[in-house]
């Protein structure tokens, strides 16, 4: 469903992505692990259009997008969850999964309300403003506003970052269940390798600003070391 | 001389209704590594905040060697020996990392030892390939480690770490550790993580929070067997596909 | 503009907030010069101008008297609207040795034998006025005039020619150029409960006030007159219901009945359109100070500044639209008539008229045949 | 008792003026981190807007409330696409442009209409409170105020456009991910606060004419206020215009017009050093 | 050090201006390049404590007006000149010592700040604004309110008060204050002092942090942001021997903002720059009799915005690089630091 064709992209003259390509099938939740600086982050904000590729191109569901506006990149169905979440911070907890769900103006309360339900944390704090919330509250709003989208695809980068193990878990067994009911994809950066590992099917390393090597979940963790010195 | 470092007695803090920190008596020695865990919202952070005065407490006092913090300037209070890395990186983003370190290393030591000592900390915490980098166009995880720089650089006598290796990979996460045990050879420490595989690299005694208060403190393998800290924080372990 | 040209210089603001008076005194130079020349010139040498515009900025005020005094070599320069900017203007021109005329009516005291001033001061007009509000109307006088020096020392002298009637001023407000809400002050005139307001209000925000009396139906209970009003257009600017009644004395409006007026006004109207708002005070003055100018170089048969200087000292006079004017050698001020008027359906009816009225305030304080080297202005004690 | 009555009213329209002159200010400001220096020309344009519209023939309520805010909002549409949209999160170069666009209107407008515009009367007549005239133009004043402020009450917490245009200028970026179109908002946003410019304009045209420099007297007050108001843009517009209003207008009545202003810079610095956040920025952040 | 090349750099420049401009221009062109010189120094005091120490003033104008009013006052009791421009460096100082108390250690920052400066100016404005008539007195000197203080005594030989400054000197005597300021102010930002005032402007939060006092760094930036804008504006009572309420305008406010944003933020040359250009296009259109001056500078600003988001500093710069690395010298870092994301982010060298 996307098909990313040797992506170049950076920041003014600061070239980061030299050359990326990239095939995620419908439904498949794929890993993207690499050391910091690596142009992970990058890679997420050009595929949302945050940056614009100055080369190859990016296609999702079939439609070319590569020059598209980042808003209607988010209308077809692309959501993303951003390192340092940028919650809304003085808007509640509500607002901000309002907004999440935005473009649903029928059935929005319900869309909160059922989304609502995977985060039974948030729902003690819904008239806080969002940017009172601890760290890791902020983390878990943050993935439940992107849900209350529908996203087709999610973006999601460094999910467990600050996050307590208890709650890493149940967000494993939440992404799994939202996979099954929607049919979601998943495009995941992370560093943490449990979470790479009981989540992903596939991973991909990522090396100064290429892609360096694609293997299943088990050889990923099974080669830890030689990824860690690549 | 009092080999306390820091003592609260009773300490709290509350937004509104939010009793973000609850009644803490907390002591920690001189040269002690103390480890801070506790599930998301238990008041970490703002205990840290407490400790360094960008929150007033509500109830109860802070004593840094000895001294009262009440009513001092957080400036003050850094100058008593205390560093803080914040949760979400404070630093200069429009400078370059020399020049962030070079700014807080020259405030303990004489323009001419200074350069020494920024040549140093950059080595330690492997900075000199990013020098002259602006901080601002970093990544996350770099940007974490020039603030730990900054911080070593006060030489302080004790660092307040909030989620060092956030964001970091494996490698990166021991290459911290090792850094926080040598840190802790000149000073103490107290740390903040969710990382447990990090948690076990370095901690010795380990303090848990849980809403606003403190649930357990004791060594680090007795706190992650006990019974209610798997309740309210660690939870299950992950089952991995592989 | 030939490169022998005799040149003068002008210096009014035509953009800001003072270019409604700035414009139509550069429009009077400029018909003041086209006669002269049509006229066959001076010393046989064409006259042109030199314009710049300072912006109502007093760093440009200076910056172009120098330019003019030492660039362009003017004359002599024309201009300044406010008495700061003529304070600005009249050391520059008195240090580079240029003839300076100030063209405005202002609250008098400057005493400076390189400068005229052509322009009516309150001993001319305050003290005809007054009497004559007084006596129309009632002894009870409330003052509301603009925060600086003329608006302070027109009240001075509202006082003094009040307390000559046996009238009383019972209170004075003052109110900065750039306020334009009256509400309190229309709820303490009603207080006060006088028989006339006297207004000295000067500029667009005071024009306000006209507006906000007449809202408050006030317009209908106390009669007002003024010393300033329509200087800024404000009888054409204001409806007539709001302006209707009021009554001023200037030593020129438009509506003099005198053959050479109607001369001036057909000439004004041919060159700039019918529908030239008005012509006002400060225009009148402007063209008569230029005329003045020109007849001076003529007396004097030469553009050297003393010789200039003294040919004006003669007592030369100018039968301009408003009447005679006459220089006074001792306070290079002009001795000028002063009518009085009353606003109906946004024109001006004259009541009475004054002729040749001196400029008494600045006489008791400045004779510059007895001390030629004064050069300051004097507050006047009153 | 009846000069009593009078000074209330007094001080309320002072209160109300404020209001009408700086709201738009406060939304443009307040949702988009936008100095509008050009917002005391809007408030110009408004006024010559509603002089045109009934010099035309247009009734004049219908010039005032209509026609002013109507043509205002169109033309800050204008500004926002051809210049403010290339400035956001650039404060200070927007201050700049739009000084810039504060004299060229100006300018502008002295060449068009010269400077002396026949102005619009007082269109209600007066009343009689005991021994006192006052205009009744002056309760009208407050009533647009009032009406302004519940009217935007209501867009801001009960309509989508509320709840999307306070995440967008708290996070462009963030909403834009969530399908939402900033360049939208920041436009439509924009237009309103001009909009709202225009309606000052044209509603305080008849009490205090206009000319093109007429701005100038506005724009360092509203700005005043909108900061002095802090982070909640209609709580925080209303609480600084009551207390500036009031005591400008109460200092006015017991001494002098001067005074008045002074005092009402005073009560500014103050409230700021007091509240370094602005009234609401304490006790309402995020709320409208 | 970084800090040699723009030092000599003023130095030549300065110098040059000295001994040779006055040698054949006219002397009306001289003054006005004094007005330019004058208003500089006040663009230069902004630009310092806004480009480097992130202190939004939109106030600088106040310290400018006391200036003027200070030395206008004293020189009229005095009688001379000499004390006078003492008095006037030290009020505005002082005054900014009181401001800056109250605002620094209140913890007021950012826009906030900006709008205290801006109302204490407009307080400054409506009280010389409503002193006229003769009971407003200090000393011998009246202060005149609207139309403010005339005929002002300027600067004389300092010990003999009958030698009076001639224009062509007094244009040497204020580009040697330019230059003094301007050097001063560099020297002063590679310092410790000027390093952690950047710092300050980048991350207050941390520089506290770190242990230092920020709030006296802002200060005694503020208070010599106050002095160097007291001596502008000491000076400029001197050039045309006047001084005005307008002084204390917003519009004169306005203005200095201008010249710093016109000219470059974050940079000590640009505010001189583009002082220099607004003054000259401001006295250039005035002239031209055509089109309504406001039109057309509001237009230029407009066009100015947009096109050189940077400031004139950056074109100046780019056309330096370009230069010398056909020289094949080696300032690409100088380069660089001007196509930073944002325009008030530059490094301490600049
Ligand atoms: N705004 C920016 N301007 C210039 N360079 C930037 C910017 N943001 C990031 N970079 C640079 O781009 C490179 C890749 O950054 P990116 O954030 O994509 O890394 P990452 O792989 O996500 O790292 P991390 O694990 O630390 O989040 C880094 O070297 C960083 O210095
Ligand atoms: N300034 C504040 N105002 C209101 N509530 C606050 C404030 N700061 C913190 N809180 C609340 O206090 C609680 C504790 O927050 P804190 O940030 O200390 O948690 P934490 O232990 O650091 O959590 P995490 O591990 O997720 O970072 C949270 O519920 C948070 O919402
Ligand atoms: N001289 C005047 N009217 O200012
Ligand atoms: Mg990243
Ligand atoms: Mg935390």
New interface residues.
């Given amino acids: 469903m996307l098909d990313i064709k040797d992506i170049h992209s950076g ?4 070239r980061i992505l030299r050359g990326i390509n990239l095939s995620l099938s419908q439904g498949e939740f794929v890993g993207l ?6 142009g992970k ?1 990058t890679l997420m904000r050009t595929i ?3 940056l614009t590729a100055t080369a190859g191109s990016i296609s999702f569901e079939g439609q070319d997008i590569t020059g598209m ?3 209607r990149r ?2 077809l169905g692309i ?2 969850v ?3 979440r ?1 919650i ?5 907890v509500l ?1 901000n999964l ?3 769900a ?2 649903f ?1 029928q059935d929005r309360d319900e869309t909160v309300s059922s989304v609502l339900k995977h985060f039974p ?1 948030l729902n003690a704090y819904l008239d ?2 969002g940017g ?6 902020q ?2 709003l943050a993935l439940a ?1 992107c849900l209350c ?1 529908k996203p087709k695809l999610m973006l999601l980068d ?1 999910p467990t ?10 967000m ?1 067994d939440t992404l799994h269940r939202i996979r099954e009911s929607t049919g979601l994809t998943l495009l995941l950066v992370e ?5 790479i ?4 099917d596939r991973v991909l390393t990522m090396q100064k600003g290429v892609l360096v090597n694609e293997s299943s ?2 050889d ?3 080669n ?1 070391h030689a990824f ?2 690549a | 001389m009092n080999s306390l470092l820091v003592e609260t007695q009773g300490l709290g803090v509350s937004f509104g209704g939010v009793h973000a920190v609850n009644s803490v008596d907390f002591r920690l020695e001189r040269g002690e590594l103390r480890c801070l865990i506790g599930p998301n919202g238990a008041g970490k952070s703002s205990f840290f905040r407490l400790l360094c005065g960008q929150y007033k407490p509500t109830r109860g006092s802070v004593k840094i060697k000895g001294k009262s913090i009440d009513g001092l300037q957080s400036y003050q209070i850094a100058r008593l020996g205390l560093g803080i890395k914040t949760q979400v990186p404070s630093v200069f983003d429009g400078l370059s990392v020399e020049e962030n370190i070079w700014l807080s290393a020259r405030r303990v030591n004489s323009s001419r030892e200074a350069a020494t000592a920024v040549k140093e900390v950059m080595d330690t915490v492997r900075l000199s390939p990013i020098a002259g980098n602006q901080v601002g166009a970093l990544s996350h995880g770099q940007r974490q480690w020039v603030e730990l720089g900054i911080v070593m650089a006060t030489r302080p006598d004790l660092i307040l770490l909030d989620e060092p290796a956030a964001g970091m990979s494996d490698e990166e996460v021991k290459r911290t550790a090792e850094l926080i045990k040598a840190a802790n050879q000149k000073c103490a420490l107290i740390v903040v993580e969710h990382d447990m595989e990090f948690i076990r690299m370095i901690a010795k005694t380990v303090t848990v929070f849980n809403r606003g208060t403190v649930l357990v403190e004791d060594t680090v393998d007795i706190v992650l067997n006990d019974e209610r800290v798997k309740d309210v924080y660690l939870g299950k372990d992950l089952e991995m596909k592989g | 503009k030939g490169s022998d040209d005799i040149v003068i210089g002008s210096l009014h603001d035509l953009s800001g907030g003072l270019d409604i008076l700035g414009k139509p005194m550069q429009d009077a130079m400029q018909l003041a010069v086209q006669e002269i020349n049509d006229a066959g010139g001076l010393l046989g040498k064409k006259v042109s101008i030199v314009t710049m515009d300072p912006q109502s900025n007093m760093q440009l005020y200076a910056q172009y008297a120098q330019q003019m005094a030492l660039k362009d070599k003017v004359t002599a320069l024309f201009g300044g609207i406010t008495s700061a900017s003529r304070e600005v203007i009249r050391p520059v021109m008195k240090r580079f040795n240029a003839l300076y005329f100030y063209n405005t009516q202002y609250e008098g005291g400057v005493c400076d034998r390189n400068t005229f001033c052509t322009g009516q001061t309150p001993a001319q007009n305050v003290d005809k006025l007054v009497p004559y509000v007084t006596k129309r109307w009632g002894k009870k006088i409330y003052i509301l005039a603009a925060d600086y020096n003329y608006g302070h020392i027109t009240t001075d002298w509202i006082k003094k020619y009040a307390g000559q009637v046996d009238a009383t001023v019972i209170g004075a407000d003052f109110f900065p150029l750039d306020v334009n809400q009256f509400g309190p002050t229309i709820q303490k005139i009603q207080a006060a409960k006088p028989d006339m307001v006297i207004s000295v209000l000067v500029g667009g925000a005071h024009m306000a006030f006209y507006r906000q009396w007449a809202a408050a139906g006030m317009n209908k209970k106390i009669p007002m007159a003024s010393t300033t009003f329509n200087n800024g257009n404000e009888h054409i600017v204001l409806s007539k219901d709001e302006s209707d009644g009021i009554v001023t004395a200037f030593s020129y409006f438009e509506s003099i009945n005198s053959p050479i007026n109607k001369g001036f006004v057909d000439r004004w109207h041919k060159k700039y359109g019918a529908d030239y708002p008005y012509i006002g005070e400060l225009a009148a003055a402007t063209y008569q100070g230029v005329h003045l100018w020109a007849m001076g170089v003529k007396k004097a048969g030469s553009l050297d500044r003393m010789k200039m200087i003294q040919a004006l000292e003669t007592g030369i006079s100018f039968d301009g639209p408003s009447g005679k004017v006459t220089i006074d050698p001792v306070t290079h001020h002009c001795v000028l008539d002063i009518q009085i008027a009353e606003c109906k359906d946004k024109k001006w009816k004259i009541l009475e008229s004054y002729k040749q009225q001196k400029p008494v305030d600045t006489a008791a304080v400045c004779n510059l045949s007895k001390t030629p080297n004064e050069n300051k202005q004097f507050v006047i004690k009153i | 008792m009846d000069y009593f009555a009078v000074v209330c009213l007094e001080v309320l329209n002072a209160v109300a003026t404020l209001v009408l002159v700086s709201i738009g200010l406060a939304i443009v400001f307040g949702m988009m981190k936008v100095i509008n220096l050009a917002h005391g020309e809007f408030i110009m344009i408004g006024g010559y807007a509603a002089i045109t519209a009934s010099k035309l023939g247009v009734n004049i309520w219908i010039a005032i409330l209509l026609v002013s805010p109507i043509a205002v909002g169109l033309f800050g549409f204008v500004v926002e696409r051809c210049i403010v949209r290339y400035l956001y999160g650039r404060m200070m170069d927007t201050m700049l442009a739009t000084w810039g666009l504060s004299l060229l209107l100006i300018g502008l407008i002295t060449s068009i209409y010269g400077n002396t515009t026949i102005g619009l009367s007082s269109p209600l007549g007066s009343m009689t409170i005991g021994a006192y005239q006052v205009s009744l133009y002056t309760v009208f004043i407050i009533a647009v105020a009032i009406a302004v402020l519940g009217g935007l009450y209501l867009l801001l917490t009960r309509t989508d456009f509320g709840l999307v245009a306070r995440g967008v200028m708290q996070n462009a970026s963030m909403s834009a991910a969530l399908g939402i179109n900033p360049a939208r908002i920041y436009s439509v946003t924009f237009s309103l606060g001009a909009a709202l410019a225009g309606l000052a304009g044209g509603v305080l045209a008849p009490i205090t004419g206009v000319v093109p420099t007429i701005g100038v007297a506005y724009v360092a007050k509203s700005f005043i206020t909108v900061i002095g108001g802090g982070a909640s843009i209609l709580t925080g517009t209303l609480a600084a215009s009551s207390a500036f209003g009031t005591v400008n207008q109460l200092t006015t009545f017991l001494s002098t017009p001067v005074i008045g202003e002074v005092g009402l810079l005073l009560v500014a610095i103050v409230l700021v050093r007091m509240l370094p956040q602005g009234i609401t920025g304490r006790f309402f952040r995020g709320r409208v | 050090m970084k800090n040699y090349l723009p030092i000599g750099a003023c130095l030549a420049a300065g110098l040059a201006a000295i001994l040779i401009l006055p040698l054949f221009l006219e002397t009306f062109t001289l003054m006005e390049l004094t007005v330019y010189v004058i208003m500089s120094i006040l663009a230069l005091s902004l630009g310092f404590i806004w480009g480097y120490g992130g202190i939004l003033c939109f106030g600088q104008a106040a310290f400018f007006g006391l200036g003027s009013y200070a030395y206008a006052i004293a020189a009229i009791n005095f009688g001379e000149s000499t004390g006078a421009f003492a008095v006037a460096i030290v009020v505005p100082a002082l005054f900014a010592l009181a401001l800056g108390y109250f605002i620094f250690f209140g913890r007021i920052s950012d826009v906030y700040l900006g709008v205290i400066t801006l109302t204490v100016t407009l307080i400054l404005f409506n009280l010389t604004n409503s002193t006229s008539g003769d009971q407003y007195r200090i000393g011998t000197a009246a202060i005149g309110g609207f139309n403010g203080i005339p005929s002002i005594p300027t600067l004389n030989v300092p010990g003999s008060p009958d030698h009076i400054i001639s224009p062509d000197a007094f244009f040497v005597v204020c580009v040697g204050f330019l230059m003094a300021a301007y050097i001063g102010l560099r020297l002063l930002l590679g310092s410790h002092f000027g390093r952690v005032l950047v710092a300050l402007r980048e991350n207050e939060q941390r520089v506290d942090l770190l242990g230092y006092d920020s709030r006296k760094y802002k200060l005694a930036a503020f208070v010599i942001g106050g002095g160097v804008a007291g001596l502008s504006g000491c000076l400029f009572a001197n050039w045309g021997a006047f001084t005005s309420p307008t002084v204390f305008s917003l519009t004169q406010s306005a203005l200095v903002i201008i010249w710093v944003l016109v000219g470059g933020v974050g940079t000590l040359l640009g505010p001189i720059i583009g002082c220099f250009f607004v003054q000259w296009l401001t006295s250039y259109i005035g002239g031209l009799d055509i089109v309504n001056p406001n039109l057309l500078l509001g237009a230029v600003l407009i066009g100015f915005v947009l096109l050189l988001p940077k400031g004139l500093v950056s074109v100046l710069a780019k056309w330096g690089t370009i230069l010398t690395s056909h020289f094949g010298s080696k300032s690409a870092n100088h380069g660089r630091k001007h196509s930073s994301p944002q325009p008030a982010s530059g490094g301490v060298a600049q």
């Fill in positions: 920041y003014g003259d600061i692990w690499g050391h910091n600086g690596m982050s949302l259009g945050y506006a980042t808003f988010a209308q959501g993303l951003p390192q340092g940028a809304f911070p003085h808007l509640s607002d309002r907004m999440g935005v473009s103006s944390r806080r403003p009172l919330l601890s760290g890791g509250e983390q878990l506003r989208g460094e970052e600050g996050i307590q193990p208890s709650i890493i878990s149940e494993v560093q943490n390798q449990a979470f590992g009981s989540l992903a979940t088990r990923f963790l099974n830890t860690a010195s």
